[in-house]
């Protein structure tokens, strides 16, 4: 489905974000992306998506290159906006329409589909959103905000979900909802997580990405997950102090949400 050789990017005047990143996901598979704070999970998801080009390396989309030049001819460019969608960490970043409808039928409608309305309806309904859709999406709580920006994602019926912490504001309907709709979708998906109990209801395999944007490991989410060294590694789970009764204290790597 989706390729990367040996990719570079690095944002201006920074050290690289993403460093001889190579990869590939397979149609059907759901990827989970872990890693530190500024380890690169958001900017390898929106070269996923064409929003950076790599500096050095390749992209590819169903075996085929995907090239700022290329992201700029007419057919490609739709196949490759209607068929891979992302999610962003921030969703305010996404939602800029007057209102939840318009938001939800905005990427249906730019595509020429017929059937923007019916759309709308379904995936409003799917997420519980239709006593919303005729509020700005500006004055919707964090939790709502992501919802509409799901759904209108979602909307496009896309073939590669690219979701960067999608779960992060969602109440725990809303969570288990994305968890079904994942598991029965048959897309694949890409998600990043910093919540490791919730990472092996997101996919089976982990990339997990170590600092300065490189890949530490690929490969058995589960395996990632039992092993301390690795996720000591990629700062994925923190030391500090317990304190027992008054006399004994003691440090100990750990997480709060996995055990
Ligand atoms: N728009 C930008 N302009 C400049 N530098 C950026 C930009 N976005 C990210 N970076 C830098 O690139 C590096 C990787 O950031 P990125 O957002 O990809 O990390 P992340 O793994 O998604 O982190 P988090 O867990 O906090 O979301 C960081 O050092 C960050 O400062
Ligand atoms: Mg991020």
């Known amino acids: 489905m989706i390729e990367l050789d040996a990719v570079h990017y690095a944002w201006p005047d920074a050290p690289p974000a993403l460093d001889g990143i190579s990869l590939t996901v397979r149609e059907g598979e759901k990827l989970v992306l872990l890693g530190a704070n500024g ?5 390898l998801l929106k070269l996923m998506n064409g929003l950076v080009a790599p500096q050095a390396g390749r992209l590819l989309y169903q075996g085929e290159e995907v ?22 960490q921030h969703p305010e970043a996404m939602l800029f329409n007057p209102t939840v409808r318009d938001e939800i039928a905005y990427g249906p409608r730019r595509l020429g589909l017929p059937d923007a309305e019916a759309r709308v309806a379904r995936w409003a309904a799917a997420l519980r959103l239709e006593a919303l859709l005729d509020k700005a999406p500006f004055s919707l709580s964090g939790g709502q905000k992501q919802k509409v920006a ?3 994602i ?24 994305l968890v079904d709709f994942l598991l029965d979708c048959g897309k694949t998906v ?9 990472a092996t209801e997101l996919g089976e395999r982990a990339l997990v990405l170590g600092e300065g944007g490189r890949v530490l490991f690929d490969g058995a989410l589960t395996k990632a997950l039992r092993d301390p060294a690795l996720l000591e590694t990629a700062n994925l789970v923190h030391r500090h102090r ?18």
Do not use: I, Y
């Not at 090239?67 to 891979?84: C, D, H, I, M």
């Not at 317990?242 to 055990?259: I, L, M, Q, V, Y």
């Open 154 to 177: 979602l909307a496009l019926e896309p073939r590669l979900l690219l979701l960067d912490e999608p779960a992060a504001n969602l109440d725990p309907w809303a969570s288990g909802w």
């Open 242 to 259: 317990h304190r027992h009764g008054s006399s004994f204290e003691h440090a100990h790597p750990h997480t709060h949400d996995w055990k």
């Open 67 to 88: 090239t700022p030049a290329r992201l700029k001819q007419g057919a490609f460019a739709r196949r490759f906006r209607s068929e891979v969608v992302l999610l962003f």
């Open 39 to 43: 380890c690169g999970k958001s900017t």
């Open 150 to 152: 799901l759904a209108a």
């Open 190 to 198: 890409v998600t990043s997580t910093h919540n490791l109990s919730m």
